[in-house]
Nanobody, 127 residues
């Protein structure tokens, strides 16, 4: 059983920055891609970013590309999401997730490709 625990959420004004962290349990962390998703009230959960097990490949939603950066530290079993130039539309609960299987592909944006999820952390951006 894998446990994912997010932290780093909070309230910030538009234009500000936050860094989310997701700590994972288990000894196979580096073998799996990780992703960040978010869900705003009344909306479906949407893809934000993904990173391969080695950290060598990343992908982003168009809405955050150039503002957000996903990274990981396999020695610490942790994945990060650095969020800069935040906008009110970034307000949501942010979830980290572990890929269902090994490998990395263009389909990492699909939440069905992830099998373990954290409890989420709230990010609120005020204008």
């Amino acid at each position: 059983q894998v446990q994912l625990v997010e932290s780093g959420g909070g309230s910030v004004q538009a234009g500000g920055s936050l860094r989310l962290s997701c700590a994972a349990s288990g000894r196979t962390f580096s073998m799996y891609a990780m992703g960040w998703f978010r869900q705003a009230p009344g909306k479906e959960r949407e893809f934000v970013a993904a990173i391969s097990g080695s950290g060598g490949s990343t992908s982003y939603a168009n809405s955050v590309n150039g503002r957000f950066t996903i990274s990981r530290d396999n020695a610490k079993n942790t994945v990060y999401l650095q969020m800069n130039i935040l906008k009110p539309e970034d307000t949501a609960v942010y979830y980290c997730a572990r890929a269902r299987s090994w490998g990395y592909s263009s389909s990492m944006s699909l939440h069905g490709n992830y099998d373990y999820w954290g409890q989420g952390t709230q990010v609120t951006v005020s204008s």
